[in-house]
């Protein structure tokens, strides 16, 4: 059987003699198992595999476990995903974020708890951008660039464009919410309800940011400080109230740069 190296499971064993007044006892523990890379490009697909072993594997000590893999039920899969982000950013994903997930993998369905994802599905089809490396592309930025705001509660995040402009299109001028791209690994976007000439709701979508804007300046000053050109090329910010109804400046004001305007030091990375 053909193995990666990152499916290839490994245990470590400890042993000792402990002796006592002529009594002579032989000691042994064992790791779970483990695996082991030689770069830390592997590192993401050995924790899946990790991952992967610890929600499913019924025996701890099965290192030939990846030569037969089970797939993962949904709700149980869903948990294992929820798990990553409450361990790593103190906030999981709730029901609205899973169901959006499960709408990627399996499509619309009337009740997923009877899905099941398998092995390959969850980390080797779609070439390069697997699933788990699309989640947890987010995953890193959220943890490294979006903590505070994700704990808050003010990153939708999981959320499908179509589902979006349901949401959007009934609300006021100015609505915005934040989503996660489904296209671009480790990116994050917000689209907007501007009022078109009939009167009729329009969404506006920006290209997503990822690490290399969000090492510049952070997520909330560009949500301050974005601008469009209006009529007579006069900039304004098309950004009024996060969805549903919360002011911008009430939801991300707290960690805004006290200097505003051009004294702003991240305003010459938005213009």
């Not at 990116?187 to 090492?215: A, M, N, R, Y």
């Not at 601008?227 to 950004?239: C, H, M, T, V």
């Not at 109230?241 to 702003?264: I, M, R």
């Amino acid at each position: 059987i053909s193995l990666s190296v990152t499916e290839e499971l490994h245990i470590i064993y400890f042993n000792t003699v402990f002796e006592l007044k002529g009594f002579s006892v032989e000691l042994q523990a064992s790791s779970l198992p483990v695996v082991i890379i030689s770069n830390s490009s592997q590192q993401q697909s050995a924790w899946a595999s990790i991952l992967w072993f610890n929600m499913l594997s019924l025996d701890p000590k099965d290192i030939m476990f990846f030569a037969n893999v089970p797939a993962a039920p949904w709700p149980q899969f869903g948990e294992m995903l929820s798990w990553q982000f409450l361990s790593a950013t103190k906030r999981g994903l709730d029901d609205d974020q899973r169901k959006m997930i499960a709408h990627k993998l399996f499509g619309k369905q009337q009740n997923y708890d009877m899905c099941k994802v398998s092995w390959s599905k969850f980390s080797k089809d779609g070439g390069p951008d697997t699933f788990w490396v699309w989640f947890d592309g987010i995953l890193v930025m959220v943890k490294t660039y979006l903590e505070n705001i994700w704990r808050e509660g003010l990153i939708m995040g999981f959320v499908s464009k179509g589902k979006e402009k349901l949401l959007l299109k009934k609300k006021k001028r100015g609505t915005f919410l934040l989503r996660f791209s489904e296209s671009v690994v480790g990116g994050i976007t917000f689209s907007w309800v501007e009022i078109d000439s009939t009167g009729e709701p329009e969404i506006k979508t920006v290209q997503p940011f990822t690490k290399t804007d969000l090492c510049q300046i952070p997520f909330h000053e560009i949500v301050r400080n974005f601008q469009i050109l209006e009529a007579e090329n006069i900039p304004e910010s098309p950004l009024l109230f996060l969805y549903p109804d919360t002011p911008k400046d009430e939801a991300f004001g707290k960690w805004y740069s006290e200097k505003s305007g051009d004294d702003n030091p991240y305003i010459k990375y938005i213009k």
